[in-house]
């Protein structure tokens, strides 16, 4: 990473095999000040199976780019079963490929969600503003 980059570094430490009735559920919200007028957007992930989720969204827009910088699951059909067990990411950059051509500037709060025997709320908030150079 160069000056000016930024990744995401961190760990998820999963406990229980993940189960197959676990839901999850990706709201994104933006508002132009970071006040408390956040606006839902389309970029959210509805609510669906944790392993619906792994098969479509993570394998086509985060995957291929947390290949060289963690020990996140890499596969080439489906994956069915998540074990027990402590995955790392180091300065970690997801490729903006798949995403959106065009996000408007402000800030955006990312809402994760899940449903079942685990239960849990993650909030992100991040800044999206123009390169100048």
């Known amino acids: 990473m160069g000056r000016g980059e930024f ?3 961190g760990s998820l430490t999963l406990a229980v095999q993940l ?3 676990l839901e999850v559920e990706v709201l994104a919200y933006r508002s132009t000040d970071g006040g408390a007028n956040y606006k839902l957007q389309p970029y959210s992930l509805q609510r669906q199976g944790i392993y619906a989720a792994i098969n479509s969204f993570y394998k ?3 995957m291929e780019s947390a290949a ?3 020990n996140f699951p890499q596969f080439k ?3 069915t079963v998540v074990e027990p067990h402590t995955f790392t990411f180091e300065r970690c950059q997801v490729s903006t490929d798949a995403f959106p051509q065009y996000v408007p500037d402000g800030f955006y709060k ?3 969600v899940t449903y079942g025997l685990v239960e849990f709320v993650w909030e992100l908030i991040l800044t999206i503003e ?3 150079f």
Do not use: Q, V, W
Request: overall charge negative; aromatic content about 4%.
């Open 110 to 112: 990312l809402n994760f």
């Open 19 to 21: 189960p197959e009735d």
């Open 77 to 79: 059909d489906k994956l």
């Open 60 to 62: 086509d827009m985060i």
């Open 7 to 9: 990744g995401l570094s």
């Open 68 to 70: 060289n910088c963690s």
């Open 130 to 132: 123009k390169k100048t």
